[in-house]
């Protein structure tokens, strides 16, 4: 499950992990994901930070207390300067600058996996 | 008493003659019944202080001795005297036979016979001169040094009304108070700014202002505390909400008044208020911030799409295609470079910049950074010289940074020399590392500000992409890893960037 406000990204993000042969579901709006989540029950979310409405680390809150899916791993994008603190502070299972590579991101997403 | 008897009587006193003759002041003796009342008698006395032998003075009224010197007052208040037939003591100027001026003091006193009538006038002259002159010069240094007191009051008046316009004039506030605090004055920049009058101001003390709104605790430390063992004290900061006017930032200069005399102890204060400055700085460093956040958003989008691309080159696509595509990728790269930086200065002017500290050997640091750059650029030639076996605690990506940012630079402005030069040495308890290039240079007035953020020189500004924030984070590394930077440049010989770090002993 991929989350973030930014169509482009979404899209690019979806391509590179289906090329990798991943099912991915994609949301645009953040006040879906907790119910795209509980409706398609992902292995992995990869989630932006900042976001109209509820913001990535809110929503990163909200799974960590929720008891069937705290464990869901999740990694957190970002372009912002403290990003990797919030998603630490947050409970993120990893955290990867914008822009990526494509390469750090599949081996992030298959090492989390793992993990 | 006839005249004949009254001069027969004197001198058929022979002991008066002497005695008249004895005397060193002038004496003479005129008969007043005679016309023009002459002069009948002069002691020997009279003689020297008039230049004139007794023979040319018999006979002449006295005003022989005045020559040409006819309009003096006194004149009139002796004539007077004469006819009214009583005593005066007159200061006039005569002059002696040889012409030269002496000042007379002339005492005249009328005798007076049994009948009442007066027959004569005793004179008795002293010859002033020396006093006069000594009482004139007195008089003239007295007038010259009243004179200079009006001049230097003028003066001091003047310089007064100068100061205070200036004081008035200036852009920042400025207090005077006394060894107790009390405000002696505030010119009107502080009236206006604190938005107080001068009645509430002036005579109180500072801390009172206003029902205590100046009651504030980090002034009553600078005033109480640090500024009698330091003065003057610069640039003290100090941040207070003012129940009228708001949160307020100021910057203070203190300065206690240390030269005897009746302003010591008396404390300068001029307060800068650099709220809005600080607010502009913020604003600046939130715009950086977002503006370089909400760049790198397509930017990820299209460096994401190259990748994927790449990936998807066919098997038989021609070398021009995946060349092409090559210099898309490093165009991206090069974008988010620069979007980086832009984010790294605005990071570094909130504080927020994180520097992870590890110990790391410096020699192999700089190899793997000229490395990078060489695979990077083959084409230049970049001597390099680490073996100074030292390890430094610090941000090894940052510092990585600064050389690479040094070595790109000097890549840069060398248009028509391919060689660089990478030193590192051990200067005491330092490494210092070096980049040499032969380049342009840079000229001696823009050496000293290549180091502030966003300065780029008049005339590479056009020839030269770039944003003038590379030398400013290379500064703030090297100072947050307690190094210097620095840099010799001559124009047209070349540049050389130095940097130091501080060595962690094994």
């Known amino acids: ?115 | 008493m006839t005249n004949e008897n009254l001069i027969g009587s004197i001198v058929n006193h022979d002991i008066y003659l002497k005695a008249l003759n004895s005397a060193t002041s002038g004496i003479i003796i005129t008969d007043n019944k005679l016309p023009d009342n002459p002069i009948i008698y002069c002691n020997k006395a009279f003689e020297k202080i008039s230049g004139y032998t007794y023979n040319e003075i018999i006979g002449h009224n006295c005003r022989f001795l005045q020559a040409q010197d006819r309009s003096q007052e006194e004149r009139r208040i002796l004539r007077e005297a004469v006819k009214e037939n009583r005593e005066c003591i007159i200061e006039i100027r005569n002059y002696k036979k040889n012409g030269s001026l002496f000042w007379n003091e002339l005492i005249i006193s009328p005798v007076t016979n049994d009948a009442g009538e007066t027959t004569h006038f005793i004179g008795v002259q002293n010859d002033i001169t020396y006093r006069k002159k000594v009482e004139l010069e007195i008089r003239e240094q007295k007038e010259n040094i009243e004179r200079k007191i009006v001049e230097r009051t003028k003066e001091l008046e003047d310089s007064q009304a100068f100061l205070a316009s200036i004081i008035q004039t200036v852009r920042e506030s400025l207090l005077v108070l006394d060894s107790n605090y009390q405000v002696l004055s505030a010119n009107s920049h502080f009236l206006n700014s604190f938005k107080v009058s001068e009645q509430d101001t002036v005579g109180k003390i500072l801390f009172e202002l206003g029902n205590h709104q100046w009651d504030i605790e980090a002034l009553k430390m600078l005033l109480t505390k640090i500024l009698p063992t330091n003065n003057p004290v610069i640039d003290f900061e100090v941040e207070h909400d003012f129940p009228h006017i708001g949160k307020k930032i100021m910057l203070l200069n203190a300065h206690r008044i240390e030269f005897e005399g009746q302003y010591k102890d008396r404390i300068l204060i001029a307060i800068e208020d650099i709220t809005d400055k600080k607010e502009i700085d913020r604003r600046k460093d939130d715009f950086l911030s977002i503006a370089s956040h909400e760049l790198k958003t397509p930017l990820t989008t299209i460096k994401g799409f190259v990748q994927l691309l790449e990936k998807m080159v066919p098997d038989d696509s021609s070398e021009k295609f995946r060349l092409t595509l090559a210099k898309v990728s490093q165009n991206v790269d090069r974008l988010n470079n620069l979007i980086s930086e832009l984010l790294d200065t605005s990071k570094i002017q909130s504080g927020n910049i994180e520097i992870h500290k590890e110990l790391f050997e410096i020699d192999k640091l700089i190899h793997d950074t000229v490395e990078n750059l060489t695979i990077a650029t083959p084409e230049n030639q970049i001597a390099l010289k680490a073996d100074t076996d030292a390890l430094v605690l610090g941000d090894e990506l940052q510092i990585s940074q600064v050389v690479s940012n040094l070595i790109s630079n000097a890549i840069k402005y060398s248009p028509d020399s391919k060689k660089v030069e990478v030193h590192c040495n051990r200067v005491g308890n330092f490494v210092k590392i070096s980049v040499r290039d032969y380049g342009m240079g840079i000229n001696q007035q823009d050496q000293s500000k290549i180091f502030e953020r966003f300065f780029r020189a008049r005339h590479i500004q056009k020839k030269f992409p770039g944003m003038g924030i590379g030398l400013y984070i290379c500064q703030e590394i090297v100072a947050s890893h307690q190094g210097t930077i620095w840099v010799e440049s001559e124009v047209g010989a070349g540049s050389t960037f130095s940097f130091t770090l501080p060595i962690v002993e094994k």
């Open chain 1, 1 to 115: 499950m991929i989350c973030d406000d930014d169509l482009g990204i979404l899209e690019v993000l979806e391509m590179m992990l289906e090329l990798e042969g991943f099912q991915v579901y994609t949301e645009s709006n953040s006040t879906n994901l907790m119910q795209q989540i509980r409706q398609n029950t992902p292995d992995l979310l990869l989630m932006d930070l900042w976001m109209p409405v509820l913001s990535g680390d809110q929503l990163l809150k909200t799974i960590r207390t929720s008891p069937e899916l705290t464990s869901l791993p999740v990694i957190i994008l970002s372009a912002s300067v403290d990003g990797n603190q919030i998603a630490q502070n947050a409970g993120a299972n990893a955290f990867v600058p914008k822009p990526f590579n494509m390469d750090d991101i599949i081996s992030v997403v298959k090492s989390t996996l793992q993990n």
